[in-house]
């Protein structure tokens, strides 16, 4: 490794990490396929994708050149007032992808934002069509849905990141996933009592991400989906994690075959190229925003809203999933997880082992000392972040069969010795 000096990280401030005493974070200078070079010129094999992101491995030729192009000829320009042809038409093949009448694209660059309007719209419809009293968001434990203080209201409270700010958020109503009798029945008395004042409903489907990569079935995403029916509550579904093929299917909603009426995008949008996240409502959800009074409008509109160079890249990913066998791919790596992570069921220390589409995860009882579990990894060559008590691979959808054996090689490894 090269030598740092504290002078170097002098003026980072690194996410959810405590700097006094982390471990120096590794430096990279170069990405291809499912590889990043290190600084040294060692290469890591990237389990990650880059926080799920980089759903066609990194620097994809397809991708870079709509990028060039693309800042060649208008890198940006302000979206108040004016439009423009790759926001135009990444909107509209959305809307074709996604079920039923979700039609309507609202363009963000993050996916914290991307469920703050969510909700802001979920709000606002009620109030647009005179139902008073409804401002209030239920959601789920082992939820995760941004880091802003909005998005921090409606996460797991107990999961630690949060808790400093529970007396400025503003209260919300928290519930179990209906995954049983009772908590199905628990879930429906809290809205039997709560109903007039939940404007919305918010789960990441199948699969709780950050939470823990907890799994849940297709089935309880339709309970979910006649119980907001019953109760006149609006459905936002966070695939912020799970769109794009992740799950297995381009949406894990057509899993459950329901539609939402909300639902966010963000992660693999771009294919991991440029922060980029889309908020997409019913039809009929944005009629009740349109008037002859100003009032009702959506008030909201970040700076690089649809920004066009992000835009263009995200045609450009939409394009490789039209063309190239994605969700086929997907199925392999969904293959290949299951019978190279299955000998680690066997290991003391070793809680569960899972795999849902192109996620594999190791839960344990608990890990030790992340991060010299972290470090473990980089010395074999791969990248792979435990969390929590969990050792999970999210990799690319375009990762060999050999690169994956090395991931997961490593991550049995690992277990068989070290846990
Ligand atoms: C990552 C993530 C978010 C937050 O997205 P950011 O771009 O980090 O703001 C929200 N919801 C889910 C399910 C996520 O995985």
Redesign the pocket.
Known sequence: MTAHTAADLAHIWLPYTQMKTAPYPIKAIETSGSRITLEDRRTLIDGVAAWWTACHGYNHPHILEALIHQAKTMPHVMFGGMVHDPAQKLASRLAQLLPDNLNRVFFTD???VA?EVAVKIAIQYHLNIGHQGRTKILSFRGG????TLGMMSICDPEEGMHHLFADILPPQILADLPIDEKSTQQLEQILEQHHQSIAALVT?PLVQ??GGMLFHSANILKTLRSLCDKYNILFIM?E??TGFGRTGTMFACEQANITPDIIAL??ALTGGTMPL?ATVARESIFNAFLSNTAEKALMHGPTFMANPLACAVANASLDLFEQLPRLEQVQNIERQLQKELEPCRSFSGVKDVRVLGAIGVVELDKIKDPDTLRRLFIDKGVWIRPFRNIIYLTPAFTITPSDLSLLTSAIVDVCRNNI
């Open positions: 993050s996916g914290s469920m995760y849905h941004g880091d990441e991400g950050a966070d912020i994690f963000s992660k996240a």
